[in-house]
């Protein structure tokens, strides 16, 4: 059975401090997905990365997929109250449309 | 925003009954999903739609059944329902690739008593 383990499962922050999420697993991926969800609604795409080792920046949120594409991270610079939520990592393999979400990473960034 | 509605948004129900959840979508994507969501274990694929009459199972598939009549709806049908299948059910749909942006409804809450 294919895993995705995010670490934290939880964190809580000062607006304006930095922070990285990481989502590691023992199978390769062919993509990896990003994702933030707000309470009471469904996930909302933030990146997709296909190239081990590619680095993707949106805004100040960097997101990084390992170079054996096992694993990926999220790093926020200066976290403003507005993401707080919910992050999920995703990851399909070759060949198939079935995704494997991460259990996910609470984030509270206190005002 | 995909254009996806999910029905109903709320149900209660009791254990040993059918229920069948509906996912209604606008855009004529290919991939339709169904998932579930559960505190501590994310989200996870109960079963999948790659076009009209073909689906396939996903990693919790058990007590789920599904069908696609029609390109625009999904259906989510648990057979029995039992108290573990209380969950927050949230159907997806996608445009061609696996790289492309799935897309999320609102949700279904369900409580089986």
């Known amino acids: 059975t294919q895993l995705l383990e995010q670490s934290p499962q939880f964190l809580s922050i000062q607006e304006g401090e930095n922070l990285t999420v990481y989502c590691n697993s023992s199978s390769v991926f062919s993509s990896l997905q990003w994702y933030r969800q707000e309470p009471g609604e469904g996930p909302v795409l933030l990146v997709t990365v296909v190239t081990g080792g590619e680095v993707k920046k949106l805004k100040r949120l960097t997101f990084q997929f390992g170079d054996a594409r096992k694993d990926s991270s999220l790093h926020i610079t200066a976290a403003q109250p507005g993401d707080t939520g919910l992050y999920l990592c995703?990851?399909?393999?070759?060949?198939?449309?079935?995704?494997?979400f991460g259990t996910g990473t609470r984030l509270k960034v206190l005002a | 925003d995909a254009g996806i509605t999910q029905s109903p948004r709320h149900k209660v129900t009791e254990t040993g009954t059918p229920v069948t959840l509906r996912c209604h979508q606008t855009e004529n994507h290919r991939y339709m999903y169904w998932y579930r969501q559960d505190p501590g274990h994310g989200l996870r694929l109960i079963h999948y739609s790659y076009g009209v009459k073909d689906t396939d199972k996903g990693e919790v598939s058990d007590g789920y059944s599904v069908s696609r009549s029609k390109t625009e709806d999904f259906l989510l049908t648990l057979e029995s329902a039992t108290s573990s299948q209380t969950s927050v059910y949230f159907c997806a749909t996608q445009q061609g690739t696996s790289t492309d942006t799935q897309y999320f409804g609102p949700g279904t809450r369900l409580t089986v008593l």
């Open positions: 995703a990851g399909t393999t070759s060949g198939t449309y079935k995704y494997i």
